[in-house]
Nanobody, 122 residues
């Protein structure tokens, strides 16, 4: 089992920045690709960003490219999502996930955190 706990969410004005963190415990963190997803009420959970086990590869949804950056510190068992130039449409609950396969599909991830709320005011 891998336990994931997100932090860093909150309320920010449009154009501002937030940095989300996701701390992992349990099995060896570096054995897992990590991803960030987000969800708003009434909609499906959608892909935001992913990072490979070593951190050498990353990928982003087109809606966040150039604004968000995913990174990881395997020594600290933590993955990050730096969010800049935030927009009201970025408002959602953000979830981190761990899985054996790097990618954008939810099915690639076996473990999920409880989520952290990000609210961007206009």
């Amino acid at each position: 089992q891998v336990h994931l706990e997100e932090s860093g969410g909150g309320l920010v004005q449009a154009g501002g920045s937030l940095r989300l963190s996701c701390a992992a415990s349990g099995r060896t963190f570096s054995n897992y690709a990590m991803g960030w997803f987000r969800q708003v009420p009434g909609k499906e959970r959608e892909f935001v960003a992913t990072i490979s086990k070593s951190g050498g590869r990353t990928d982003y949804d087109d809606s966040v490219k150039g604004r968000f950056t995913i990174s990881r510190d395997n020594a600290k068992n933590t993955v990050y999502l730096q969010m800049n130039s935030l927009k009201p449409e970025d408002t959602a609950v953000y979830y981190c996930a761990a899985g054996q396969m790097y990618g954008s599909r939810r099915s690639a991830y076996n473990y999920w955190g409880q989520g952290t709320q990000v609210t961007v005011s206009s």
